[in-house]
């Protein structure tokens, strides 16, 4: 078999090199996957052996770090504000921007072209620090909000129950109007670049369907709910995965809007315990490991899309 | 008509050399600054601004109503709510806060003219930031993007194996920047790292030390984790560039007696010279931006040794609470941004030609 192989000068070589490369290829393998494994280790030792245990996954596993990070490390709230905001952002982004790309790619009226071209503008130029003006836009909303609510609330207290009132301010103020700022903020990340892919996907459908759709008498809203986006979903596959690893991962406008403990989504609530509690170790690495483990899943189930979302989004850059 | 007009210039714009661009966006700018300078006072400026998008979207509005393609309009409208609320209003307000002096409370703010910008310039830690910002970035062109154009190279010789290292070498980036520095920031630490254990396993004490609070490390370190996090991206785009050259080519260039070395300088690099300017430019944008990573790793310090453009944004806005003079800085750094990449698109122009 292999022996039996002429084993001249030019096999040799070949063979050494493919040697080498490998070994290269799987080197750097390892140090991409290594610090994850270092982590979801350390995760599993006590306060008092993380510092001395140096093996990689420890003997002795400690399963109730997880529990303890859930529970008293807060990362059961801060994971389900991930998962909420993850959604509706998603969902919003999918809603908005298909609507859009629709009318871009299949309608015509009068200032389609220049709207596009501003939007890709957008995604093209650079705003460093654009959080600052967010912020400050964010901020005065609220405070016309509760300028406005505060005017209100002698009326409204006249016509509905007290409790009912103070139940309903305290609850735009600390749930609603956070939340609803934070998700439109992020709709608008990723608003662009979905735009722009789902339109060069459209442009590229045919056209015969959506016309017999039209001849059977169904309107543009039903064409585009029936029709184009059922057809669209490879591109809107690579639009969920793209913008939910980017809100899931999302940090500075999170940590800029949500300032209470109760809105945080992961990547702040993380920062927050490693400024407390600088020391716990165990339950900080547990509660990386919660986050980290729903982008893996996502990944690997998906990474098909994902590579495609990457050269598409090259090819814009 | 007027739609006419904006088409010839969209046109004008899109077929430019990336030098004409530029001297046409910087005319722009200072037309701009200049009538802001005039107009500065604040109820002026909301009225011009403002006042010139919702006329234009007026504009729209009844030109797509006279047009009968109002139904079509309203597709749009949605994502231009949106994009008008969080991108054109923090965009006039950059201009305009840029000009002031403000604390971000009180509800008055100080029109200071050119004054931030001044200040920017004797800003010490600020171009320090900026050369910090630079030297991620110099790594991230050399140590990444060799990284990624070897391990693309080794990838596409491999048939077999090659869509498990796709899979494998795109992990780091699709981590979140926070818990790639609190891994790493584990790792390196001073007493208890597992960096430093392993230099002591194999005899290296005296190397050991505490990788991210020593001066002359921080930033290396830094910049290594965020070349890291990164190499997968340039891996991906170099792979996908690599795999549209045909075979052909390299067996005709066998045929004609050319070794690996010559065929990859004569038909390799020629064919990839687009995607080379690609990822560059996509690198050096991305590395001059980062922050999160810096502000999970090491927060700025030692001293200000990590310190990044955006983190000092970050530091006037929250610790210092200058809102103006954040807005100044992100002006001045996005401006050099866009010098920076019409600079490169120039530079692959006149590659492209030779």
Redesign the interface.
Known sequence: MGFDMRLNKYTVAQHTSGLL??T??IL??V???F??L??FG?SLKTQST??SD?SVIPRVMHWENFYLAWTKGGFGVYFLNSLFYTTIVVFGIV???S??A???SR?????K???F???LA?MM?????????????V?NVRNALLNSMAAATPFLLKVLPDSFVYGTIAFIENQFYPRTAYV??M??VG??FS?YMLKTFFDRMPKELEDAARIDGCS?LGI?RHVALPLAKPAIAVIIIYNA?NV??E??LANLILSSKNLMPL?RG??VF?GEHITQ?PL??AG?TI??VP??II??AM?RF??KG??AG?VV? | MI?EK??QF?NLMHNATPKQKMVTVGCLFVALEAAFLNFHDSAVFWFMAYGLVTLSLLF?VV??VI?R?????L??V???A??S???I???F??LQ?SHHAWD?ISPKMLFVGLANFREIMQDNIWWLSMRNAGYITLVALTFQNA?AL??AL??D??IK?KNF????????P???????G???R??YDG??G?LN?VLGAFGFQDMARSWLSDPQTALTCVAVIHS?KGFG?GF??LL?GLQTIPKELYEAARVDGANVWHSFKNVTIPLMIPVFV?VM??TI?GS??V??LI??MTGGGPGYHTEV??TR??AS?QGSSM?GY??A??LT??VI??MV?FAQMGISRKLKQA
């Open positions: 490369v490998n290269f290829l750097v393998s140090t991409c996957i610090p994850l270092w982590m350390s993380i510092f140096m809603m908005v921007s609507l859009a629709y009318a871009f309608m015509n009226f009068p200032g072209n220049l709207l071209f501003i939007f957008a130029i650079p705003l460093p620090g654009s959080f600052v003006p967010l912020y400050v836009l901020n439109l903020c709709i608008n608003l662009s735009i543009r585009w690893l899931w991962n940090y500075i990547q993380l920062m490693q170790y900080l690495m990386m986050t980290v982008i893996l990944y690997l990474q994902i590579i990457i050269t090259a850059g | 739609a904006i088409k969209y729209l030109a797509n047009k393609s109002f139904p079509a309009f597709f749009v949605p994502a231009l949106i994009f609320i969080f991108y209003y923090p965009f307000k950059v806060l971000g990284l070897a391990l080794a990838c010789r491999q194996a290292y796709r899979v494998i070498f795109f992990i780091p699709v981590l979140s920047e926070v818990v790639v609190l891994i790493w584990w790792i007493d208890y597992f254990y890291w991206w991906m785009i996908a690609l430019i996509l944008l001059m931006q922050f999160v502000l999970s453009p955006v944004i970050l806005m809102f954040a807005c800085q992100g750094f996005g941004l866009m990449s």
